[in-house]
């Protein structure tokens, strides 16, 4: 089957594509690179004797805009998804390959206004946690719900730019739902979680993990924690492990960057980060290895499973995070 995925929310084209991968017990392939493009016969092949197929194809619709290929690629028992931001309609190849009835097109498009607190209410269920009605508001704000840019043709709105991304959303809700720890999430708490602040701390953690300064480190994890106004000590620890987890995320994401060349522009654009806050992780991820970086991901995420399931005392827990970064 062949699929395009298009629009500007590509958390949903990404979960959109994993859920695929895992209800079809499918093995998952990314390209994004048009110098290491798969050929046609990679994509439609299919071997008896292994799993099927996800073959994931970021940026490159244009490379395969041909009629003769989409039948081809359409008549693959893989599955074959193209993920596009936007096509430029001007381009004949383009405008047809929209009209090309081999090709399952679907939209993404980021929840506008009060669509965004819809989509956090129900982001936290899917965490298992309980939200007010007043803090989805507030979280919204925080976001930039009300900040979107309207671009106007001939008085009617012909685009509409919007000052978040839903990995933000997602991030933010999850720090939220480990903070809580089970009670409902009011207003209070959106307030007085200082997410930038946090993410601060994580990564001068993650700083000095790449340093190998194991002393600095735990410095840096014990003043997190005096600091940390979470309701208990395991509850704080956490949301240490979630917040360092997420740091070491933003590291891989910019690592693919790197590798793909991607213009500091275009990230910025995709993540919506400030060019200081880029700076800083591309000096970060230019000290870690990529293996090491997706090894401390796996271990921080099954160590986040324990943390919310074992009775073992926090400190315990404290100790554990740091085994798993040195």
Do not use: C
């Given at each position: 089957?062949?699929?395009?995925l ?8 990404k ?15 990314f ?10 016969e ?9 799993k099927p ?17 989409t ?15 936007k ?36 982001r ?54 480990d ?29 000095a ?5 194991k002393l ?33 995320r ?28 880029l700076f ?46 040195f």
């Open positions: 089957m062949l699929t395009l298009i629009g500007p929310d590509d958390f949903t084209k979960e959109y594509v994993f859920q695929l991968a895992k209800k079809q017990q499918a093995d998952l392939e390209f994004r690179n048009p110098a290491a493009l798969p050929s046609l990679e994509l439609t092949q299919q071997n008896l004797f292994s197929k996800v073959f994931v194809l970021e940026g490159l619709v244009e490379k395969f805009a041909s009629p003769d290929i039948v081809k690629l359409a008549k693959s028992k893989n599955e074959i998804i193209f993920i596009e931001e096509l430029d309609k001007r381009k004949a190849n383009l405008k047809n390959l929209l009209a090309d009835k081999n090709i399952a097109a679907k939209e993404f498009v980021l929840p506008h206004g009060k669509e965004l607190d819809k989509w956090i209410g129900e936290a269920k899917f965490f298992g946690a309980k939200i007010s009605l007043k803090a989805i508001d507030a979280l919204a704000k925080k976001l930039g719900r009300d900040e979107f840019k309207e671009t106007r043709f001939g008085g009617k709105v012909a685009e509409v730019k919007e000052a978040f991304n839903l990995w933000q959303a997602d991030s933010e809700i999850k720090k939220l739902a903070f809580s720890r089970g009670e409902e999430i009011r207003e209070d708490a959106v307030e007085k979680l200082s997410f930038e602040n946090f993410e601060v701390d994580a990564l001068s953690i993650v700083n993990i790449a340093d190998g300064n600095e480190s735990l410095n840096l994890l014990h003043g997190f924690l005096d600091t940390e106004s979470g309701t208990d000590e395991k509850g704080s620890i956490i949301m240490l492990n979630a917040l360092l987890a997420e740091q070491f933003n590291v891989a994401m910019v690592q693919d960057f790197l590798q793909d060349r991607t213009p500091d522009a275009e990230i910025l654009e995709k993540t919506s980060w400030k060019p200081g806050r800083i992780i591309k000096k970060v991820a230019g000290r870690f290895a990529q293996k090491k970086v997706m090894d401390f991901l796996g271990k921080l995420e099954h160590l986040d499973e324990e943390l919310k399931t074992s009775s073992t005392p926090p400190k315990v827990l404290l100790d554990m995070i740091v085994a798993q970064l």
